[in-house]
């Protein structure tokens, strides 16, 4: 096992990889243009909001997916938020008073529209951390500072940036800031091509080569140097399966139906009989069996009717005809079928 950090964590990676933060995507616009941007082809340059893999229509649906996974905290992506300054604000304003004023709030931003009126209305919205996706020095970080927020730089590892790496961390030491994180550099559907041309070579299933190396020997680099800087680096390992997972387990505790199964995996199994009229059906067996209502659902996804283990054999009497099978899902709000048996 690796130390991937010196120094400590920020507070909003801390929650992060419990889980328990949301994560708030405020819009797809933004006006960089990183060549190695992995935004997905539905949000990249699209004014779309989503909290966690909801789609967002209404504010309200925000606060359930926070309420879904008990969040302790907010990360406010894009996208540049800052592109979409007032609705960032609003959001900050409603998450705060919705959860409270412990519920911690960071928002990244690329930092071109980092004016010291933007940051300043950030702070007093209720914004607790910033972090900048900058490879060099910017006024928005002595901005934010002054303004009292946490403050840090977040950036991918790129093979043969070790100097440049190297530079930023000691000028955010000097300058007082309050960590800087690096990412692994991960190959995405839409940065592929750009990828290739510059040589980057894929290694495991998504994740550039030599990079993950390159973090460590900074993380490494900054604990000999003795830095005060925090330095922390998140592998796509940990971001997807570590705190992905977590986020999973919080959320299905949180919507798991009586008569579904809790997997080890952190998947949600149950039965599924199939019939032509399950709304029918279901309230004859509700009455036939004495149930609550709440111990049998009518399918999303097929004519059908989901049912608790303890009822099967009675169901197999009632229904001999009708096929029985196991299927298995994400705790996702729509729920994806993973498998089914
Ligand atoms: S700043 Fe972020 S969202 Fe904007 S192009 Fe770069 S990686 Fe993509």
Same mark, same amino acid.
């Given at each position: 096992?690796?130390?991937?950090?010196?120094?400590?964590?920020?507070?909003?990676?801390?929650?992060?990889?419990?889980?328990?933060?949301?994560?708030?995507?405020?819009?797809?616009?933004c006006?960089?243009?990183?060549?190695?941007c992995?935004?997905?082809?539905?949000?990249?340059?699209r004014?779309?909001?989503?909290?966690?893999?909801?789609?967002?229509?209404?504010?309200?649906?925000?606060?359930l997916?926070?309420?879904?996974?008990?969040?302790?905290?907010?990360?406010?992506?894009?996208?540049?938020?800052l592109?979409?300054?007032?609705r960032?604000l609003?959001?900050?304003?409603?998450?705060?008073?919705?959860?409270?004023?412990e519920?911690?709030?960071?928002?990244?931003?690329?930092?071109?529209?980092?004016?010291?009126?933007?940051?300043?209305?950030?702070?007093?919205?209720?914004?607790?951390?910033?972090?900048?996706?900058?490879?060099d020095?910017?006024?928005?970080?002595e901005?934010?500072?002054?303004?009292?927020?946490?403050?840090?730089?977040?950036?991918p590892a790129?093979?043969? @940036?070790e100097?440049?790496?190297?530079?930023?961390?000691?000028?955010?030491?000097?300058?007082g800031?309050d960590?800087?994180?690096?990412?692994?550099?991960?190959?995405?559907p839409?940065?592929?091509?750009?990828?290739?041309?510059?040589?980057?070579?894929?290694?495991?299933?998504n994740?550039?080569?030599?990079?993950?190396?390159l973090?460590?020997?900074?993380?490494k680099w900054?604990?000999?140097?003795g830095? @005060?800087?925090?330095?922390h680096?998140c592998?796509?390992?940990?971001?997807d399966?570590?705190?992905?997972?977590?986020?999973?387990?919080?959320?299905?505790?949180?919507?798991?139906?009586?008569y579904? @199964?809790a997997?080890?995996?952190g998947?949600?199994?149950?039965?599924l009989?199939?019939?032509?009229?399950?709304?029918?059906?279901?309230?004859?067996l509700?009455k036939?069996?004495?149930l609550?209502p709440?111990?049998?659902?009518v399918?999303?996804? @097929?004519?059908?009717l989901?049912?608790?283990?303890?009822?099967?054999?009675?169901i197999?009497k009632?229904?001999?005809?009708?096929?029985?099978?196991?299927?298995?899902?994400?705790?996702t709000?729509?729920?994806?079928r993973?498998?089914e048996?």
């Open positions: 096992m690796h130390i991937d950090f010196h120094g400590g964590l920020p507070k909003g990676c801390e929650i992060c990889l419990r889980g328990a933060k949301l994560v708030l995507f405020i819009t797809g616009i006006h960089k243009n990183c060549y190695y992995p935004l997905s082809e539905k949000k990249k340059g004014d779309v909001i989503y909290a966690n893999e909801v789609l967002i229509e209404k504010d309200l649906e925000i606060l997916e926070g309420r879904a996974i008990d969040a302790e905290g907010t990360g406010i992506t894009g996208g540049d938020p592109l979409r300054l007032r960032t609003r959001y900050i304003k409603m998450l705060k008073e919705f959860f409270g004023s519920h911690h709030i960071h928002l990244y931003t690329n930092g071109i529209y980092a004016s010291s009126e933007a940051i300043f209305n950030l702070k007093r919205a209720g914004l607790d951390e910033i972090r900048f996706h900058i490879m020095k910017i006024k928005g970080l901005i934010a500072k002054e303004a009292g927020l946490n403050v840090g730089v977040e950036v790129i093979p043969g @940036e100097e440049r790496l190297k530079k930023l961390a000691i000028c955010l030491e000097r300058m800031m960590f800087l994180n690096i990412n692994q550099l991960e190959f995405a839409m940065n592929f091509l750009q990828f290739k041309e510059r040589g980057f070579e894929l290694e495991g299933n994740v550039v080569k030599g990079s993950e190396e973090a460590l020997k900074i993380i900054a604990e000999e140097e830095l @005060e800087l925090k330095v680096y592998s796509s390992l940990k971001k399966q570590l705190q992905y997972k977590m986020r999973m387990m919080r959320r299905r505790k949180n919507i798991i139906r009586p579904e @199964e997997l080890e995996d998947l949600i199994g149950k039965f009989v199939e019939v032509e009229e399950p709304y029918s059906i279901r309230r004859k509700i036939t069996l004495k609550k709440n111990m049998i659902g399918s999303m996804y @097929e004519k059908g989901e049912i608790p283990r303890s009822i099967l054999s009675e197999n009632i229904l001999p005809k009708a096929k029985v099978k196991y299927v298995k899902e994400l705790p709000a729509i729920r994806e993973i498998e048996s």
